[in-house]
């Protein structure tokens, strides 16, 4: 696990600096999620089948469709696509204000070893910004989320995203906790 999130840092680093700017984040976790040559498609068509035989799609029901498959949706994409830990995920709240508008709050617990590695390669190479090993946690574990809206847009053939609502982090012990609310919707 620890190799498998290694290179994963080290590859964001080098693509993106770990700069949101021009979209330098979303870009770089699109393409890493695509990359995953079986697991990507997969996804995609497993929220298509779903989207299709329920009656999501009779209603229009986007919302309705992410909310109620959060797990199998949102979590194995996280899990699946990036290196992020079961255990260390936690969905905090989801609610469906419209069938067009989902509010998602999750958070992830980063260990000790992932801390490290993220400490390593910041005392690697330079960075533009100089960014703090928790900075970086937030942006990795927001900008994954937020590429998620790239599936959700191949399902529904329809512009769609996620922004921030808030994104905190909390130190316990060695470990550090994001929390993450986002809102997605149609665009």
Same mark, same amino acid.
């Given at each position: 696990? $620890?190799?498998?999130?290694?290179?994963?840092?080290?590859?964001?680093?080098r693509?993106?600096?770990?700069?949101?700017?021009?979209n330098?984040?979303?870009?770089? @976790?699109?393409?890493?999620?695509?990359?995953?040559? =079986? !697991?990507?498609?997969r996804?995609?068509?497993? @929220?298509?089948?779903?989207?299709?035989?329920?009656?999501? @799609?009779?209603? !229009?029901?986007?919302?309705?469709? #992410?909310a !109620?498959?959060?797990?199998?949706?949102? %979590?194995?994409y996280?899990? @699946?696509?990036?290196?992020? *830990?079961? *255990?260390? #995920?936690?969905?905090? =709240?989801?609610?469906?204000?419209?069938?067009?508008?989902?509010?998602?709050? #999750? $958070?992830?617990?980063?260990s000790?070893?992932?801390?490290?590695?993220?400490?390593?390669?910041?005392?690697?190479?330079?960075?533009p910004?100089?960014?703090?090993?928790? =900075?970086?946690?937030?942006f990795?574990?927001?900008?994954?989320?937020?590429?998620?809206?790239?599936?959700?847009?191949?399902v529904?053939?329809?512009?769609?995203?996620?922004m921030?609502?808030?994104? =905190?982090?909390?130190? #316990?012990d060695?470990?550090?906790k %994001?929390? %993450?609310? %986002?809102?997605?919707?149609?665009?």
């Open positions: 696990m $620890s190799s498998r999130f290694e290179h994963f840092v080290t590859r964001v680093a693509r993106s600096d770990f700069l949101p700017i021009r330098q984040l979303l870009i770089t @976790m699109k393409r890493d999620a695509e990359a995953k040559y =079986k !697991n990507y498609p996804t995609v068509e497993r @929220m298509k089948k779903t989207w299709e035989e329920e009656s999501y @799609m009779r209603n !229009n029901d986007i919302s309705g469709l #992410i !109620n498959n959060i797990e199998e949706f949102l %979590v194995s996280l899990i @699946m696509l990036f290196p992020f *830990r079961k *255990r260390g #995920i936690t969905l905090e =709240k989801v609610s469906t204000p419209s069938r067009l508008d989902v509010v998602i709050g #999750i $958070s992830y617990d980063f000790e070893k992932e801390l490290k590695i993220i400490q390593n390669t910041l005392e690697t190479r330079e960075f910004k100089d960014p703090t090993t928790e =900075k970086i946690c937030k990795l574990f927001l900008y994954c989320i937020n590429s998620f809206a790239y599936p959700i847009e191949e529904f053939q329809r512009p769609f995203a996620f921030p609502q808030s994104v =905190k982090a909390e130190w #316990i060695e470990r550090l %994001v929390i %993450v609310s %986002v809102q997605g919707r149609e665009q």
